[in-house]
């Protein structure tokens, strides 16, 4: 229970990666405000859980992470509540899987606003009161594509790429202050993220699900395995120990050896 009076706000944690961050956090005694779409009673099922589960407070907000003025007004009520985000784990994202010259217009603005810009404005928001309180950690979800591309999936890689290089950023600013700032990188790990993209890749390559797992999907993981989202929740959980507060502005793969190859 090392997080115990902490508060951890996690963007994108109703489902996936997001859920199993919030829910590893607070089993640590973090609080947690949990945010994203979905079913109302699924995720009020979900917050009320981790209230039973770990006996701590979890709040939920619906902000949109295209929304600039929606996500200032999540860390300020955040903050209201709680007095600040000591844990801010930027994890939202979706993924659009098209040819370049075919890429819609509309989902390329949104992948760069959620997988990328909405990290820039929640940091930009919580930084002043974790800089006060001179203790923080900063965690945003990146992908084995913030190292090496795939094709048909442009805006995703940029906004990847992108957050690898914001990562670094904001970790310089802030080294003396008792913040640390990184990126996890996993490869791919079994989520709605990638079973909903199952479709379109079979559509782009002409290939069928089984293809598309065994020979798309798994083909770039040495390990043939799929990463679990408990294993990105358990590395995200060590970053907030003492014992990682010397690893700062790097982005940590957990891929399976992809990025070895
Ligand atoms: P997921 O679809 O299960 O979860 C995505 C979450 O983001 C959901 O809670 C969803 O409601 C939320 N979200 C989507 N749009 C939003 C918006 N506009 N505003 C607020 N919330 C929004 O996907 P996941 O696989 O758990 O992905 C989480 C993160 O992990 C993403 O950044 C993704 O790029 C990254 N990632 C996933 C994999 C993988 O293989 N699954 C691999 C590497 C990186």
């Known amino acids: 229970m090392f997080l115990k009076d902490r508060t951890a706000l996690i963007t994108g ?11 590893a956090l607070a089993a640590e005694g ?12 699924a995720i009020e099922k979900e917050r009320a859980g981790i209230e039973v ?7 939920y907000s619906a902000a949109n992470m295209m929304k600039p003025d929606e996500i200032a007004a999540m860390v300020a009520e955040a903050e209201k509540e709680f007095g600040a985000i000591d844990i801010l784990v930027n994890n939202a994202g979706i993924q659009h899987v098209a040819p370049v010259d075919e ?13 990328l810009s909405s990290a820039f404005h929640t940091t930009r928001a919580a930084l002043p009161k974790m800089k006060a309180k001179g203790w923080g950690r900063i965690i945003n979800t990146a992908s ?10 442009s805006a995703y890689v940029s906004a990847k790429h992108g957050i690898a ?25 079994w989520t709605p993220l990638v079973e909903k993209q199952i479709p379109d890749t079979m559509k782009a390559r002409n290939l069928t699900k089984e293809q598309v797992i065994n020979d798309v999907l ?21 970053l907030c120990t003492d014992a990682a507060k010397s690893i700062t502005g790097t982005t940590l793969p957990m891929d399976g050896g992809w990025t070895a190859a």
């Open 13 to 23: 944690s109703t489902s996936g990666i997001g859920l199993a961050y919030a829910r």
């Open 30 to 41: 973090a609080n947690v405000v949990i945010n994203g779409f979905g079913d109302a009673d």
């Open 53 to 59: 589960d770990f006996k701590v407070k979890a709040r």
């Open 103 to 115: 890429f819609p217009i509309e989902k390329w603005d949104q992948i760069i606003a959620i997988n």
């Open 144 to 153: 084995a594509h913030a190292f090496v591309a795939s094709p048909f999936k």
């Open 165 to 189: 290089g914001f990562t670094k950023t904001v970790a310089l600013e802030v080294a003396t202050n008792g913040i640390t700032v990184n990126a996890i990188a996993p490869g791919y790990v």
């Open 218 to 238: 798994l083909l770039a993981q040495p390990t043939k395995e799929f990463v679990t989202v408990e294993q990105v929740a358990a590395l995200a959980v060590f």
